[in-house]
């Protein structure tokens, strides 16, 4: 069940008394029902945890695979037959677990971020949709804000991202498809009626990737040839980093810390973030090569648009993207 079929179910109570009762199988610990109804249940809601180890009708034959389930693996174990769900969703192209080891990682490791401030700004493209801010200073993000606006708002939006960047001389990337193709105007605009200057930057999702000819990683691929486009680039990237943070964390393994990413654990609208960061899916073009499930699918899925996601993103694109033709 997802949150919208929620929102459609719950009003249908009548009668004085009346009940849902949900029974499921837990998936994933961002999944809508178990963080709804487990996590942070409602008032007066009885939760009641049912496994194998309750049903006196099992044979020895399963009781013997089920001993053999726990020897041979046992986080699938916990998860098949104890119904604790998994972290990481093996089609997400962020891990759960990568993010929550970055989450004042930068305490755990002893590391002091250095670097250039960044707002990353998702603009609101539709009635239903929301504005987006996310702010990092080097590797470390900070802060976000989230709010809804109207696309004629534009102006008071872009006065909203303009300020918090004056107060913190901090670059905008801002996304510049749809109404997001008029914030740099607005943004000079405010520039000029305050004689100052907030320094801004367009991304184009749809972009070509940067460094086209280089290979990505150990791949043994060429940018041009593992990614559909800059987005998915910029995300997998992303990924990467938070990958990197994990093994420093709970491995011990040494990065430089540009090549690591941390989350303040005070940041705002913190658990929207990381459930935003790792709902979307690896997907594929017609070529073969990579890219982030769209909003469009998304919805699908009855997702709402990841907009603090990506202006995380936006937020924390590596420097070798500055110059590309996306990126302007």
């Given at each position: 069940?997802?949150?919208?079929?929620?929102?459609?179910?719950?009003?249908?109570?009548?009668?004085?008394?009346?009940?849902?009762?949900?029974?499921?199988?837990?998936?994933?610990?961002?999944?809508?029902?178990?963080?709804?109804?487990?996590?942070?249940?409602?008032?007066?809601?009885?939760?009641?945890?049912?496994?194998?180890n309750e049903n006196p009708f099992l044979s020895n034959t399963i009781?013997?695979?089920?001993?053999?389930?726990?020897?041979?693996?046992?986080?699938?174990?916990?998860?098949?037959?104890?119904?604790?769900?998994?972290?990481?969703?093996?089609?997400?192209?962020?891990?759960?677990?990568?993010?929550?080891?970055?989450?004042?990682?930068?305490?755990?490791l002893g590391i002091e971020p250095t670097g250039a401030e960044r707002i990353g700004f998702d603009v609101a493209d539709s009635g239903e949709d929301y504005c987006a801010m996310v702010q990092?200073?080097?590797?470390?993000?900070?802060?976000?804000?989230?709010?809804?606006?109207?696309?004629?708002?534009?102006?008071?939006?872009?006065?909203?991202?303009?300020?918090?960047?004056?107060?913190?001389?901090?670059?905008?990337?801002?996304?510049?498809i749809g109404v997001g193709a008029m914030?740099?105007?607005?943004?000079?605009e405010l520039n000029s009626t305050n004689g100052l200057k907030v320094n801004h930057q367009k991304f184009f999702a749809g972009g070509t990737v940067a460094k086209p000819d280089i290979q990505y990683a150990r791949s043994g691929i060429k940018n041009k040839d593992y990614f559909s486009n800059i987005k998915a680039q910029a995300w997998w990237l992303v990924a990467d980093r938070f990958r990197n943070?994990?093994?420093?964390?709970?491995?011990?393994?040494?990065?430089?810390?540009?090549?690591?990413?941390?989350?303040?654990?005070?940041?705002?609208?913190?658990?929207?973030?990381?459930?935003?960061?790792?709902?979307?899916?690896?997907?594929?073009?017609?070529?073969?090569?990579v890219k982030v499930e769209s909003k469009k699918d998304l919805g699908k899925r009855d997702v709402a648009s990841p907009n603090l996601a990506d202006a995380f993103i936006m937020a924390n694109l590596p420097s070798e993207m500055k110059k590309s033709s996306f990126f302007g």
């Amino acid at each position: 069940m997802s949150e919208a079929q929620w929102e459609i179910l719950n009003p249908t109570i009548r009668k004085e008394g009346s009940q849902h009762w949900i029974i499921f199988n837990p998936r994933l610990s961002n999944d809508f029902v178990y963080q709804k109804f487990v996590v942070s249940p409602p008032p007066d809601t009885i939760i009641r945890k049912i496994n194998y180890n309750e049903n006196p009708f099992l044979s020895n034959t399963i009781l013997k695979v089920i001993d053999a389930a726990k020897n041979d693996d046992y986080e699938n174990y916990m998860h098949v037959y104890e119904g604790v769900p998994r972290d990481d969703d093996d089609q997400a192209v962020i891990k759960r677990s990568h993010i929550m080891a970055a989450i004042d990682g930068h305490k755990a490791l002893g590391i002091e971020p250095t670097g250039a401030e960044r707002i990353g700004f998702d603009v609101a493209d539709s009635g239903e949709d929301y504005c987006a801010m996310v702010q990092s200073h080097g590797s470390l993000n900070l802060w976000s804000e989230l709010w809804k606006a109207k696309e004629d708002e534009l102006l008071k939006s872009c006065t909203r991202v303009w300020t918090k960047s004056r107060d913190e001389k901090a670059l905008v990337v801002y996304d510049a498809i749809g109404v997001g193709a008029m914030v740099g105007s607005k943004i000079n605009e405010l520039n000029s009626t305050n004689g100052l200057k907030v320094n801004h930057q367009k991304f184009f999702a749809g972009g070509t990737v940067a460094k086209p000819d280089i290979q990505y990683a150990r791949s043994g691929i060429k940018n041009k040839d593992y990614f559909s486009n800059i987005k998915a680039q910029a995300w997998w990237l992303v990924a990467d980093r938070f990958r990197n943070t994990y093994n420093a964390v709970r491995n011990g393994h040494a990065f430089d810390d540009s090549d690591m990413i941390f989350i303040d654990g005070n940041m705002p609208n913190l658990n929207q973030i990381i459930d935003e960061l790792t709902t979307p899916k690896r997907d594929y073009d017609n070529a073969g090569r990579v890219k982030v499930e769209s909003k469009k699918d998304l919805g699908k899925r009855d997702v709402a648009s990841p907009n603090l996601a990506d202006a995380f993103i936006m937020a924390n694109l590596p420097s070798e993207m500055k110059k590309s033709s996306f990126f302007g």
